[in-house]
């Protein structure tokens, strides 16, 4: 742990509490005890050995107006139902599907929102022998087992997503440090797969299947050191940020399978990884007890937020708190192109309206709209956090504007008691690369921060240009060497037109799984003795790679309640309500400023919140 033990034992009975409420600027955020899910006999779930509690949302269109439906697992257990959120009381003793695994546990899942219904939808869900089920769990069917005999992947899975815009094709993360393309569509065969290079870059190396027909996997990725514990797609669905237990980001172009750049942990492996809704930055949080704040565009970290005294395990933004508020309509040359095509559609008024107004930015100097980022956290300390990411952070070169809101932002030079990582440099003992294909150059940062809410002008900002080029090349996976180096499956991928994936609706839930684990595939033992070097932390310290943290904001957390009794692994953001959940197995529903009495009345079901 990064705290000091008197931080850690200090504060008195009220540290100590479970907060049952919470208060924001926007109002007070309220735990609905009635709308709490779980196994159905209620009791805590012992936790011992066990994988993450994870939780998937998605909505299947209901004409009766209920359409969200909620998967969890516990332990051995899976469970389906349907979601009543903030509306009503949560029925237990009738989940749609309930399933118990022998031999392994369900360690994460995920929905195609693109193929759900009311009668139908199709759930992934990774297993802890390394093992992926494709089920269905309105009509209880159980489709394919992917890797059934393990001959692909022997490490649990750490993270299963659909291809955004894809109906068939997925993508699998291990503890192995692999990541593998499947289709649906395709068997994975009777023997192991063997292996072709097709590209290979600073620390990461990427291979098609060899086969005489195609089969599974499609591509097998090999990323950095030790176990991939996260990743996730970018709303527009073509770049890939993966957070590995070397403490390295790693972010690529997922169609050209080229990396777009890197980001170094203050110390330790890296745990979760989300995207802003825009997809101009991405928030990463782990085992330094951080969240790191890195600009897609200028390939750098902007800011680090210290709130939690353990290990961070989620961070999510909110799309619904994102605030934008225009100033003065003004004329501006340069084109917004690049930055539109990057929003996610969020399929509700309420963001809809944010993301118009967010696409209305501008990457220049003049800014049309004021934007404050929401985003939060969850970790093993059992704490949530709020964070805001304000214009003083977003553009530290630039005049204030006078709509934007304030947060705060600790004097790096002062850090708060018992973050005892900010001294102790001397401790970052986790090997990586020390450099990344497509970042800015490696410049030491010198500038202190003021005591004040300014930023310092710091070095390797200048690179914007070059990387909002970068960031819209790449063509597709059917172009140039993927053609001729992937047969049939791949190339039904290939002509998935970028535009059709970026139109089609997806919704993406963030979640997180970890593994000290790494197994090596014996077809490419020599390839990763020569992709994956171990660097020096000392040389990737004070760089752009993993800048000092005297020489980056720290920001301070708007809230940071102890909500749990045990470790927190779900942070969700939903329109009306927040959803968090614990190893224990409950999963806590959080109504939005507002949202209880409004909702209850029409429901009549006042009596049950107040």
């Known amino acids: 742990m990064l705290i000091s033990k008197m931080a850690a034992e200090g504060g008195g009975k009220e540290m100590n509490e479970i907060k049952t409420q919470f208060t924001t600027r926007e109002g007070v955020y309220k735990l609905l005890t009635h709308s709490e899910y779980s196994r159905p006999n209620r009791v805590p779930f012992n936790s011992q050995g066990s994988n993450p509690v994870k939780v998937s949302f998605v909505n299947v269109n209901d004409q009766s107006g209920n359409g969200d439906r909620i998967c969890f697992n516990v332990g051995r257990e899976l469970y389906f139902y349907i979601y009543k959120g903030v509306r009503k009381a949560a029925d237990l ?6 399933r118990i695994y022998k031999g392994t546990q369900p360690t994460c899942h995920d929905f195609n929102h693109l193929t759900a219904t009311a009668e139908s939808v199709s759930l992934l869900v990774g297993f802890s022998a390394g093992q992926v089920q494709l089920i269905d769990p309105i009509k209880k069917e159980t489709s394919k087992l992917f890797n059934e005999e393990r001959l692909i992947d022997k490490s649990r899975v750490t993270c299963v997503k659909w291809v955004p815009g894809s109906e068939s094709l997925f993508l699998v993360s291990h503890a192995s440090g692999n990541m593998y393309l499947y289709n649906v569509e395709h068997t994975c065969g009777t023997t192991a797969p063997h292996y072709q290079l097709l590209k290979q870059g600073e620390n990461y190396s990427v291979h098609t299947c060899k086969s005489k027909s195609t089969r599974n996997p499609l591509l097998k990725w090999t990323v950095g050191e030790g176990a991939l514990n996260e990743f996730a797609f970018s709303p527009d669905g073509k770049f890939l940020a993966c957070v590995s237990q070397d403490g390295f980001l790693r972010v690529f172009n997922f169609d050209a399978v080229e990396l777009h750049g890197t980001m170094k942990s203050y110390f330790g492996g890296l745990l979760c990884v989300c995207w802003s809704p825009d997809g101009k930055y991405i928030v990463a949080g782990g085992e330094d007890d951080l969240v790191t704040v890195w600009s897609f565009l200028d390939c750098r970290v902007i800011a680090r937020g210290h709130g939690h005294k353990s290990w961070v395990s989620v961070v999510a933004f909110d799309h619904y708190t994102t605030s ?55 970790g093993q300390d059992t704490q949530l956090c709020l964070w805001d990411l304000t214009e003083d952070i ?20 002062s850090p708060p008691a018992g973050a005892t990582i900010i001294t102790n440099t001397s401790s970052s003992t986790t090997n990586g690369n020390n450099s990344g294909a497509n970042t800015p150059g490696i410049n030491s940062l010198s500038t202190t921060l003021p005591r004040s809410n300014s930023l310092p002008h710091s070095a390797g900002t200048t690179a914007t240009a070059n990387n909002t080029n970068k960031a819209g090349s ?15 499956g791949v190339s039904k991928f290939a002509t998935l037109s970028l535009h059709d994936r970026k139109e089609r609706h997806h919704e993406k839930d963030h979640k997180r799984n970890h593994s000290m684990g790494h197994i090596s595939s014996k077809s490419s033992d020599k390839l990763n003795l020569l992709t994956k070097t171990k660097a020096d932390p000392a040389k990737t310290l004070g760089t752009l790679l993993c800048p000092r943290m005297e020489d980056v904001p720290l920001l301070e957390p708007l809230i940071c309640k102890k909500i749990a009794h045990e470790r927190l692994t779900v942070l969700i953001f939903l329109e009306d309500c927040l959803v968090t959940a614990c190893q224990e197995g409950f999963i806590c529903t959080w109504a939005r400023p507002g949202k209880v009495v409004s909702l209850c009345r029409q429901a009549n079901n006042i009596s049950a919140f107040v």
């Open 324 to 378: 934008v508020e225009e100033n003065d309509p003004m004329e501006f040359s340069g084109s917004d192109e690049d930055f539109q095509d990057q929003m996610i559609h969020f399929g509700r008024d309420r963001a809809n309206s944010t993301q118009s107004r967010l696409s209305k930015r501008n990457s220049t100097d003049s800014r049309p709209v004021s934007v404050t980022y929401r985003f939060g956290s969850v």
């Open 474 to 488: 790449g063509g597709g996976i059917g172009s140039g060497i993927m053609d001729s180096a992937i047969a049939t």
């Open 394 to 413: 977003l553009f530290p070169h630039l005049p204030l504007s006078r709509t934007r809101t304030h947060t705060n932002v600790m004097n790096a030079t």
């Open 93 to 98: 003793s009738k989940p749609i599907d309930k």
